[in-house]
């Protein structure tokens, strides 16, 4: 389970609210032979919140709370693939954020880049990552739990796996 700072998605709608210029979002027209979009009735909360999010990205593409909250929601989907795509890119603009670099170890855990993943746990550490509890039940690493590689860095920082 990655790890996100901040309580979303109040916070952010809050802030969303406030840092609005209040120019409407509107949607793509739908052109014959699309399906047109789900609305909010025919939505669950997640799909929400995820559409909600690349709204807002949409107008403001570099709104870190934004990535965060949107790569959380596509990891807790599954959607493993995107979800990596939006930890790189935050990573990016955050390049030290010791949560953007946990966050992105698991993403490329769940993608089968153990070594990848390894490297970036070891950065979220260096950068001052210290949940060792969540790290070391986190179902997203489980895949690197048995490498050595992984077994070296807890020890490096006293904990055995």
Same mark, same amino acid.
Request: one cysteine or more; aromatic letters at 8%.
């Given at each position: ?14 802030? =969303?609210?406030? =840092?609005? &210029? ?28 995820? &559409? ?22 596509? =990891? ?34 769940? $993608?089968? =880049? +153990? ?14 990552? &210290? ?7 986190? +179902? &997203? ?9 992984? $077994? ?10």
């Amino acid at each position: 389970m990655r790890w996100l700072s901040i309580g979303l998605p109040q916070k952010l709608l809050q802030s =969303a609210m406030s =840092a609005s &210029d209040e120019t409407p979002v509107h949607r793509k027209p739908v052109r014959r032979g699309e399906s047109a979009p789900r609305w909010f009735g025919e939505m669950g909360q997640a799909e929400f919140e995820v &559409d909600f999010y690349e709204q807002v990205l949409a107008r403001h593409p570099n709104y870190v709370i934004v990535l965060r909250a949107l790569g959380e929601q596509l =990891a807790r989907k599954g959607m493993y693939a995107r979800s990596l795509e939006i930890d790189r890119r935050l990573v990016s603009l955050v390049p030290h954020d010791c949560v953007a670099r946990y966050n992105l170890a698991c993403s490329l855990a769940m $993608q089968g =880049a +153990p070594r990848q993943a390894i490297e970036e746990l070891s950065r979220a550490i260096e950068y001052g990552y &210290d949940d060792f509890g969540h790290l070391e039940v986190d +179902p &997203d690493l489980e895949s690197l739990r048995k490498l050595p590689a992984y $077994q070296e860095l807890m020890r490096q920082h006293g904990l055995e796996s």
